[in-house]
């Protein structure tokens, strides 16, 4: 039975360190299987199937090798870590692993042996909570970790919004080893950090005074870095833009490159379902702190809770409240709501990340299925730098799979250095590829010279009237139709997704939905060679509806020979007029149809709840209550066309 969410830190064979929440797949003959969130260790689909409905599985089922590696996998504590590792604190440095789950049983330690490292010991002093003030006075706080010989030390600087766990996840020894501090802090409003958080609105100016504040400090040598993932890279651009005197270089990691395009909104559509679980997670860490901090506010915080916890418990039910502006308990959830064109509100927030004001070098780094894959491409366009693309999930760079695939060792393997590089870049010591990518299919990492590829040719699938994708013109004038409810929304299905279910997301099967009539299917034959596609890819739809305004959603998929349609990429676009031409952005992939494959993309007019449904009035969508929603007669003309980036082969 799969069972014990908890949060280990895990010392592998080769000795890299990774923190996960692991749950403990027991079997019949009591050997444990340790499974994470993170997506680093997905099953087959009928092995996760039979989990999800609480089946008993043996793991050796689908994983004959599977207990051997209890050898070389070591769920570990700090003082084991620390011992291992040759490091001694000296100012309260260490603290045990808090669980995320307490009222769940851990997986057992599985031996005290640790790997032997041929490392010299490292000295570590570490200040917990350390103040660092802000120009308008607040006080932000923050852990320094600093090497208790030597310096003065270059330091690399993370800023987090969501807690103390985040930094579990910053390689702090490493980068002790590579000869910088390292200086974990707080955003305002947020873990020990006086203030009220507000999104985005204050990481720039806190990022550089709070490099001010190092700089300022005697184990300084006055230069400093920043790195970060999601929302830590946003502080880090946004910190960059403000162009603080010291800041020497920034790793960005699966960040957007604007706050209304391509964070909150998609092709004009509300990305509801990110929007909702980061709303919520926030909006509770706010209250959290707010109790912590007691008095009136504190009581008021307790009070609020009651709004809110019923979308923390049910965010699915919550994605269905109309008006869509009418969900509780997240406090800035009118503005976003509120605004779906680009205006003033979303004008100023740009203020606070303008790329023309960026001029140290920035490393990004993507993945296929992260939802900011748009984010990331744009902000390398714009500031140039190192690029790095492989075939993971939202906050999961490093995984083997994503979703329902597993791309083998090999998406492993060539991450076992991005961290080393990432370190190398911020030393100014990077001999890295300038474009390194990871081509599913084949399933393989290849380095590139530019993004997107100068070779890639451009070519058209055009999407006929009986069903077929195909580089051949269409012969008939004759639309396809269906009828879109938007009561009953198509279902999102995998996708580039920051849900609830941490389960739903990346390539996953598209036949139950595929099944849906108000979903168009266009397929190509069988291939008889290998097809590669690497870059951006596009459809442009000729279509019309009966409503005042729709969606036009499109999803490209890679069908099996055994007739699994796995997903690959996905895009939306919302429209106010009845009939027209339309672009929809599917952003970029490297995908290789093999042979005996087939090529598909799926037509329709939802996807729920990653975006909101169109109710199809031409009005605002977040003002539309269950009585507006109109029912859609939608007609797509065979003169539309995929555009995908073939690679010579």
């Not at 958080?197 to 184990?219: K, L, N, S, V, Y």
Request: with cysteine; hydrophobic share 40%.
């Amino acid at each position: 039975m799969l069972s014990g969410g908890a949060d280990w830190q895990v010392v592998h064979a080769d000795g890299t360190i990774s923190i996960d929440t692991r749950y403990t797949l027991r079997t019949h003959d009591g050997a444990h299987l340790y499974i994470t969130t993170s997506g680093v260790r997905h099953g087959p689909p009928e092995m996760l199937d039979r989990l999800a409905s609480g089946e008993d599985v043996d793991p050796a089922e689908y994983f004959p090798a599977v207990l051997p590696l209890r050898d070389g996998r070591r769920a570990v504590s700090l003082a084991q870590q620390d011992a291992a590792r040759g490091l001694r604190g000296t100012r309260g440095v260490r603290r045990p692993l808090r669980r995320l789950h307490p009222h769940l049983t851990p997986p057992p330690l599985l031996g005290a042996a640790m790997p032997k490292l041929d490392r010299p010991p490292l000295s570590v002093v570490v200040e917990h909570d350390a103040p660092m003030p802000m120009r308008d006075g607040t006080v932000l706080r923050g852990s320094v970790h600093r090497p208790a010989d030597g310096g003065p030390f270059p330091a690399l600087l993370v800023r987090t919004p969501y807690g103390e766990q985040t930094f579990r996840s910053v390689p702090v020894i490493p980068a002790l080893q590579a000869g910088f501090a390292v200086v974990l802090q707080h955003c305002r409003g947020r873990g020990s950090s006086d203030g009220e958080f507000r999104p985005w609105r204050d990481e720039g100016a806190d990022g550089h005074d709070t490099i001010a504040w190092i700089t300022g400090q005697p184990w300084s040598n006055g230069e400093v870095v920043m790195s970060g993932m999601s929302y830590l890279a946003g502080c880090a651009l946004q910190a960059a833009a403000t162009r603080p005197p010291g800041l020497k270089a920034v790793v960005a990691q699966m960040t957007p490159h604007d706050f209304h395009d391509g964070l909150k909104y998609h092709g004009g559509a509300f990305a509801l379902g990110s929007a909702l679980n980061w709303g919520a997670l926030q909006a509770m860490l706010g209250l959290l702190h707010a109790m912590e901090a007691g008095g009136k506010a504190g009581e008021d915080a307790g009070a609020a809770f009651g709004a809110l916890l019923p979308v923390l418990g049910d965010q699915g039910t919550a994605a269905r409240t109309l008006p869509v502006r009418d969900i509780p308990g997240i406090p800035w959830w009118r503005d976003w709501t509120g605004h779906p064109e680009r205006d003033a509100y979303w004008e100023d927030l740009a203020e606070t990340l303008r790329h023309d004001r960026i001029e140290v070098p920035v490393m990004h780094v993507a993945g296929w299925f992260d939802l900011f894959l748009a984010g990331t491409l744009e902000n390398h366009r714009r500031l140039g730098g190192p690029l790095v693309i492989g075939p993971w999930t939202h906050l999961a760079p490093g995984a083997s799979g994503a979703g329902r695939l597993d791309f083998g060792f090999g998406a492993q393997a060539g991450t076992i250095r991005l961290e080393q590089r990432q370190l190398a870049f911020l030393k100014g010591e990077d001999t890295g590829p300038a474009v390194q990518i990871f081509v599913m299919g084949d399933d393989v990492w290849r380095e590139e010279e530019s993004w997107p590829l100068a070779r890639a040719v451009e070519t058209r699938y055009h999407l006929h009237a009986d069903g077929l994708l195909s580089p051949a013109p269409p012969a008939s004038d004759e639309p396809r139709t269906f009828v879109f409810d938007p009561r009953d929304p198509v279902p999102t299905t995998g996708g580039p997704l920051l849900l609830a279910d941490p389960t739903n997301v990346g390539p996953q099967d598209q036949r139950d939905v595929e099944r849906r009539p108000d979903v168009l299917c266009y397929t190509t034959e069988e291939l008889t060679a290998d097809v590669e596609v690497t870059g951006p890819v596009t459809v442009t739809l000729r279509a019309a509806t009966s409503a005042a305004g729709t969606d036009w959603t499109a999803k490209l998929v890679d069908v099996y020979p055994d007739g699994r349609a796995m997903s690959v990429i996905d895009g939306i676009t919302r429209t106010s007029t009845s009939s027209g031409t339309y672009l929809i952005d599917l952003v970029a992939t490297s995908q290789v149809f093999k042979a005996g494959h087939r090529i598909r993309v799926e037509i329709s007019s939802s996807n729920f709840p990653r975006f909101d449904r169109n109710p199809g009035t031409g009005r605002p969508a977040a003002e539309a209550g269950e009585a507006d929603l109109v029912v859609q007669r939608q007609r797509v003309f065979p003169d539309s066309f995929l555009t995908l980036p073939i690679v010579p082969r």
